[in-house]
Structure formats: structure tokens, C-alpha cells
């Protein structure tokens, strides 16, 4: 039986579809409705609809994860930003044969388990680890450095798994400046700064807001960073949801938490919306 192209697309769409709806859509909504259960010590939850879980969220306890998780997501999102963007600003205006290795090295370390590459990471930052047996070596420190078991160590860890996500929207960004805008600007006199300023940050803007909720959303739940890098002493809001559902077995908090970071998610790719339509009505203006 011969398969039109209609009906390859009809079917590839279908799957598509389907898969959404089983994997996405049908988890989503069971946590979304286990987050309005009760829990229950014996049979996880107790089909019981309360506000207990969502309740809690403004303990001042889980308030303050909540607000250090962010405040390190948020670090680590600026030195992602900072490092990141004069990177793909390099890649960007290279030769276009130069482009592809460039990004190829960028995409490279996912193809290594992130979990295998913060245990090597570990490594590195260990008082006898790689880091510091060279400090000691060229003399810059007279004894090794406490870095394990930190706030520290946990922004290492984050900036090294998620500047790739940092990289590749900014230079899609970057690359697609028209390079005349440029050329105007400078013949009509602005200098370096205020044509980075006025043209190069406004037309890249989408890269950027993008590759920070790239980095941002991801940072605030990699609970394995925060066990590896930061021990008992640091704690991300994936920490919690994994305890919860793991050892305290509260399934219903745990699933509360989730929808919170969901909403934070949402939110977000609101306002990437929003910066990116505010950005293409400003391009047409011009």
C-alpha cells in the first residue's frame, strides 16, 4: 500500500500528538491532581481534596530554599550570561568554516552523562583534587582550598552543566544581526559602546532572555549538583521534591512544589514572549 505524503504527515502528526498527550499532558495532570490530595503514610495518598500542600509553600522554611535555590539559579545564570555571550559573539563573526567545530565543541560534553561529569568535577575542585595540586604546584596558595561542600562549588557545577544552554540561543541571536545596522551606525558616528549598547543588546535580546530561562528553570532543579557539590549543607528546590517523594513520601507537596515551578516556568516564557514581541514591533518601527 502506497503511503502518500498527506498521510505521512497526518500520521507523523498523530504520533506526535500522541505522544504529547502520554507522556506530557496525562503526567502533568496527575501531579497537578495528586497536588490536591492528602497524604496518606500507607497508600501515598488519600483521595481527599485540600490546600495543605500549597499551604506550606509560604512556610518560612521551604520559603528560604525557595529563595536560595533562586538566588543561586540566578548566579549562576549571570556568569552563564557573562561568559556565554562574548563566546557566541566570537563563534558568530568567525569565518563561516570555522562555525561548525566551534559549536561542535559546545554541544560536545553532551555526550557524556551530566552525572558522570559532575562526579568529575568533584574531583577537580577536591582538596586534593586537580584545582588545588596545581595552585600548590605554581605557588599561588600555600594550602589547599575548601571549595566541596559550598555555595560555590554548586554555581561551579551549575555554570559547567548549563552554559551550553547559555551559548546556543545567544548565537542564533547574534548571528542573525543584520551587519548594514552596524555599518549605519558607525558612519553616523557611534562609537563601539553605544552601538553595542543600542543595537547588539536590543536585536540579541530574545537570545538572551532565552538562554537565561534555559539556564535558570534547569538550575533551581538539579537536585544531583547540590548533593554532589554542595552536601547536606546546600539545597536546591529539586532537593526537597525529591525528598519529598523519596523519603518523607509526601506525595502531595511534592507534587504542589512542582506545579509552583511549572507557574515559574510559565511565567517566564511569558515574558520571553513578551521581550520577543516587544523586540519585533521595535524592528518594524525602525
Known amino acids: ?17 500522541g505522544w504529547l498527550i502520554f507522556f506530557v499532558l496525562i503526567p502533568n495532570l496527575l501531579v497537578l491532581f495528586t497536588s490536591f490530595m492528602t497524604k496518606d503514610s500507607s497508600n501515598l495518598i488519600e483521595f481527599s481534596f485540600s490546600l495543605d500542600s500549597y499551604k506550606r509553600l509560604i512556610d518560612p522554611l521551604y520559603s528560604q530554599v525557595l529563595w536560595n535555590s533562586f538566588y543561586m539559579a540566578g548566579i549562576s545564570t549571570l556568569i552563564c550570561l557573562v561568559i556565554g555571550y562574548p563566546f557566541a559573539f566570537v563563534i558568530a563573526k568567525l569565518p563561516a568554516k570555522y562555525r561548525p567545530f566551534l559549536l561542535f565543541l559546545v554541544v560536545l ?58 551559548i546556543l ?45 534555559l539556564v535558570l528553570l534547569p538550575a533551581m532543579g538539579m537536585f544531583y549538583v547540590a548533593d554532589l557539590l554542595g552536601g547536606a549543607k546546600v539545597l536546591l528546590v529539586g532537593n526537597i521534591i525529591k525528598s519529598e517523594f523519596l523519603v518523607t513520601r509526601n506525595w502531595p507537596f511534592g507534587s504542589a512544589i512542582s506545579i509552583g515551578l511549572t507557574v515559574l516556568m510559565a511565567l517566564m516564557l511569558y515574558i520571553y514572549y513578551r521581550a520577543n514581541k516587544l523586540m519585533n514591533k521595535k524592528v518594524e518601527l525602525e
Not at 553605544?194 to 536590543?202: A, L, M, Y
Not at 537570545?207 to 530561562?213: D, K, M, N, S
Open 1 to 17: 500500500m502506497k503511503i502518500t505524503s498527506h498521510k505521512f504527515q497526518n500520521i507523523t502528526v498523530a504520533v506526535i500528538f
Open 109 to 166: 560534553p553532551f555526550w557524556t552523562n551530566s552525572l558522570i561529569r559532575i562526579y568529575g568535577m568533584k574531583i577537580f575542585l577536591g582538596v586534593k583534587g586537580v584545582l588545588n595540586s596545581t595552585l600548590l604546584t605554581l605557588g599561588i596558595i600555600d594550602q589547599p582550598i575548601r571549595i566541596l561542600n559550598t555555595e560555590a562549588a554548586v554555581v561551579i557545577g551549575l555554570v559547567y552543566i548549563l552554559l551550553p544552554f547559555m
Open 169 to 213: 540561543p545567544l548565537y542564533s541571536s547574534i548571528e542573525k544581526i543584520d551587519g548594514r545596522l552596524l555599518e549605519a551606525a558607525k558612519d553616523l558616528g557611534a562609537n563601539a559602546f553605544q552601538r553595542f549598547i543600542r543595537i547588539i543588546i536590543p536585536l540579541t535580546m530574545p537570545g538572551i532572555v532565552a538562554g537565561c530561562l
